[in-house]
């Protein structure tokens, strides 16, 4: 079964930027969907990204234009790169797998991602004006 450890999070000042990393393993293959979500206490969790096998990505309206994701297939490594960093981005972040196409698996979507099985511990991001 895959693991995930993300890293990369920290503090930043409002109009920085950071790069999220996620690591995968213990999974032979190919990963079908990988991508990044985020939570805070009192909010509503929130897909943030996704990418699939294909390089196909998607984007939350509330990062689109600031945030890109990318994956290194030879890593094994997933990234999120955030500029323009706002206070309301303030979230920790989690990486998910899905790691079968469908029909075995479900479609690469924000909102499939939120309710991958297979997710990381997440790493904080905080941004202060």
């Known amino acids: 079964q895959v693991q995930l450890v993300e890293s990369g999070g920290g503090s930043v000042q409002a109009g920085g930027s950071l790069t999220l990393s996620c690591a995968a393993s213990?999974?032979?293959?190919?990963?079908?969907?990988m991508g990044w979500f985020r939570q805070a206490p009192g909010k509503e969790r929130e897909g943030v990204a996704v990418?699939?096998?294909?390089?196909?990505?998607v984007y939350a309206d509330s990062v689109k234009g600031r945030f890109a994701t990318s994956k290194d297939n030879a890593k094994k490594t997933l990234y999120l790169q955030m500029n323009g960093l706002k206070p309301e981005d303030t979230y920790t972040y989690f990486c998910?797998?899905?790691?079968?196409?469908?029909?075995?698996?479900?479609?690469?979507?924000?909102?499939?991602?939120?309710?991958?099985?297979?997710r990381g511990r997440g790493t904080q991001v905080t941004v202060s004006s």
């Open positions: 998910a797998a899905i790691t079968s196409r469908p029909p075995i698996g479900v479609p690469c979507s924000l909102a499939n991602i939120l309710r991958a099985v297979r």
């Open positions: 213990g999974y032979a293959g190919s990963i079908y969907c």
């Open positions: 990418i699939d096998d294909d390089g196909y990505t």
